[in-house]
């Protein structure tokens, strides 16, 4: 249901109970005011019969007054005919103006006021003479003629009470209809607005079960997604409590969402330093105190409930309201154990394979000597003259010193200290020109080398000899054929991002390196050899310098001679790496 | 060997004292030997010893030149001059091997060098003759 819906609902059930209320309370109204017009009538009724019987006793008092006054001939009797004249006039003109709006009573009252004038006449005739008072004709007339008066006043207030009946049934049964329509208006009305009220929260409450479905549905999907996401991940509150595990988090902390859940983040999410096993900062802190997405730091071991140890990969970040609270902490992580041993593997396939790219080098370099060797050996077991001899004998010397030598920088290869030694950087460079002439002379490389200071660093010579060896090849196939080359070593200055330490620079005469492929060099598996490289070169060779604390850079070249790239290479005099590091191949 | 007559090989590799070696080997074994330290300097000496090389010894990897073009080169000069690629290279390029007469790996042995260019020379005497 939209906003705006749901207001028209909320002003129908609003204004709809009001309205009917209101057609309810003028419909009662009305009732009330036809009540009250009855009794109105009602109450006109009684005044006129109480004006009829006023009237009535006054003319009665006449006539008394008049017969007591024929009987006695005492003149006091006659205050009460005199005194009662002008009150009835009076009840007439009242009268005559209360039933004003009725002829047929208005013909009854003037009925009485003729008969009534007519006695009058007859009595003032009568007090004209005393004479008459006796006269029983006249007194019998006077009574006759009273009794017309009176019968046309009993009649008249017959007919009003007869009329003040029919008021009375009709002010009664008026009441009654108040009452019904009241009461079957009242029902009627609450029935219409129990009925309307519950449409209106029927459809309300429909809109609201709807979103709350909705709603339900969407947080539904949401957790599945977040159930179905290949990495782990582990959602916090504010306060570090565990609200949510996917089943990957589950599986590498070995804790179960609901046993998990309401417990501190710490407790579930182990982490310490993979080389020190020193417990690395809870990320939760680390979020809340930067208020940002981190990434966690290398070489981070996860202990899972069991105690399986595994390396993981992990960044963690804040959930924050509209308002930019921090609600929450989402971590995001993956278990990297395997893509390490993997790393390793490559990392010694690749030495494998630079040790392999050698080979003819070295079968040259071996069977070169060892011609000569045999050689030697032919003549000598032919030569009788002493001093040819000997002369072969320091040949084939030299032949065996040269085998020796290139064995020697062979072993060394793969023969590696456990911690690092001292490196003349100028002296291994030339080992490896040596074991690289064969196949640069071959190529028609032309190799300068340049010691413009003689330096000494620490380090591993192996890993360093695999690093040269590769930058050297590469250079070599980038300067083309016939090509040259340029290695000059420097010593390089301190400043604050960087300890003191020493350059190497190789640069090639060949065709430089576009942006794009410069990006991708260091990124395993990429090649511009085709099937000739590994594309692991590169890879491995950043790795041992990084681990020597150094850095390599690639750029293209500045020197006039050398048209090609510039590869730099720094490290530091004093390496802080130690032999258990990244590139010494860990294969479980 | 023949003494009377002997063979002159045209001795090529860049390794000073493997080449002395061989040389005294081959003189030892009775031939005339000249040598060269690469390709530049065997092409020269075998256009002024103009035909008086019966053979050429040619190793492959060399700086500058490297044997396959010098044997390349040489065949352009006279097709018919017996070579021999003595080298210690284990991967020579097919087109290499069709362009020399035989191929001998390095360290094989003194017998089996002096062997082959004995095959060498034999196989190409055979076929100046069929030819003339």
């Known amino acids: 249901m939209k906003l705006q819906e749901f207001q028209r609902v909320l002003r129908q059930a609003f204004l709809v109970p009001i309205l009917t209320l209101l057609a309810l309370a003028g419909i009662l109204l009305w009732q009330i005011a036809a009540t009250q017009k009855a009794q109105r009538w009602l109450d006109h009724s009684d005044e006129i019969s109480g004006e009829i019987a006023e009237l009535e006793s006054l003319i009665i008092d006449q006539e008394t007054g008049l017969r007591g006054y024929e009987l006695t001939g005492d003149a006091t ?52 003479s005393p004479a008459n008072f006796t006269n029983r004709n006249l007194n019998r007339h006077g009574g006759e003629l ?51 009220s519950l449409s209106r929260l029927h459809k309300v409450s429909g809109a609201y079960r709807q979103s709350l479905f909705l709603l339900e549905k969407r947080g539904e999907k949401l957790r599945t997604i977040l159930r179905s996401i290949g990495d782990a991940v582990i959602v916090c509150q504010a306060d570090g409590s565990i609200e949510f595990m996917n089943p990957v988090a589950e599986d590498l902390t070995g804790w179960k969402e609901e046993e998990a859940a309401g417990r501190a983040l710490a407790e579930i999410f182990r982490i310490v330093n993979e080389e020190t096993n020193e417990p690395a900062e809870n990320p939760v802190e680390k979020v809340r105190r930067l208020k940002k997405v981190i990434g966690l730091a290398n070489h981070t071991a996860l202990i899972a409930r069991d105690g399986v140890r595994r390396i993981i990969d992990d960044s963690a970040a804040p959930i924050l309201s509209q ?13 990297v154990t395997e893509k390490r041993r993997a790393e390793a593997a490559l990392a010694v396939s690749e030495k494998l394979a630079v040790a392999g790219r050698l080979a003819a080098s070295i079968a040259h370099e071996i069977h070169n000597p060892l011609d000569s060797i045999g050689n030697l050996h ?160 590169l890879w491995i060779s950043l790795g041992i310098v990084q681990k020597h604390g150094g850095s390599i850079h690639i750029g293209n070249s500045d020197l006039p001679e050398y048209t090609g790239a510039c590869v730099q290479v720094y ?18 | 060997m023949e003494k009377s007559a002997p063979f002159t ?23 005339a030997v000249i040598t060269a330290l690469n390709g530049q300097e065997a092409l020269a000496l075998f256009q002024s010893k103009n035909h008086s090389i019966q053979i050429v010894l040619l190793d492959y990897l060399m700086p500058g030149m490297n044997g396959g073009e010098v044997a390349l080169k040489l065949r352009a000069l006279d097709p018919e001059v017996p070579i021999l690629m003595h080298t210690a290279c284990v991967d020579l390029p097919d087109e290499v091997r069709g362009l020399v007469d035989d191929v001998l790996s390095k360290g094989e042995g003194p017998q089996a060098l002096l062997h082959r260019m004995q095959q060498v020379l034999e196989a190409s005497q055979l076929a100046a003759k069929r030819g003339k």
């Open chain 1, 77 to 128: 009797m006659l205050v009460p005919f005199y005194s009662a004249a002008q009150p009835i006039q009076g009840h007439f003109a009242q009268l005559r103006r209360q039933i004003a709006d009725d002829p047929v009573k208005l013909r009854d009252l003037e009925r009485i006021s003729t008969r009534y004038e007519t006695w009058l006449s007859f009595a003032q005739a009568i007090l004209s």
């Open chain 1, 146 to 196: 009273m009794y017309a008066v009176r019968d046309a006043v009993r009649q008249m207030a017959r007919a009003e009470d007869q009329s003040r009946q029919q008021w009375l049934k009709h002010t009664i049964s008026q009441e009654r209809r108040e009452i019904v329509v009241l009461l079957s208006g009242t029902a009627l009305v609450g029935l219409m607005l129990s009925f309307f």
């Open chain 1, 323 to 335: 308002d930019g609270q921090m609600t929450g902490i989402v971590l995001v992580f993956r278990d």
């Open chain 1, 378 to 537: 032919y003549l000598l077991a032919q030569e009788k003259d002493a001093a040819r001899r000997d002369e072969y004998l320091k040949m084939a010397q030299q032949e065996l010193d040269r085998t020796l030598q290139i064995s020697r920088s062979l072993l060394s290869l793969y023969r590696e200290p456990n911690a690092p030694v001292e490196v003349n950087l100028g002296e291994l460079l030339s080992s490896v020109l040596l074991l690289l002439r064969r196949r640069l002379d071959h190529q028609g490389t032309v190799v300068t080398q340049q010691n413009k200071d003689n330096i000494v660093i620490e380090g591993f010579p192996a890993e360093l000899r695999q690093v040269f060896t590769n930058l050297i090849l590469n250079a070599a196939e980038a300067a083309g054929r016939p090509g040259k080359i340029l290695i000059q070593i420097s010593r390089s200055v301190g400043n604050d991002s960087r300890a003191p330490g020493v350059t190497v620079e190789i640069y090639d005469s060949g065709a430089g390196i576009s942006p794009q492929v410069a990006s991708k060099l260091f990124q395993p598996f990429f090649t511009t050899k085709g099937s000739q490289g590994t594309g692991l070169g």
């Open chain 1, 571 to 588: 490290l530091p005099a004093r390496t802080l790496a130690t032999a258990q590091s990244r590139s010494t191949p860990y294969v479980g």
């Open chain 2, 9 to 31: 090989v045209l001795c090529v590799d860049d390794e000073v004292l493997g080449l002395q070696i061989r040389k005294a080997l081959l003189e030892h074994a009775g031939f």
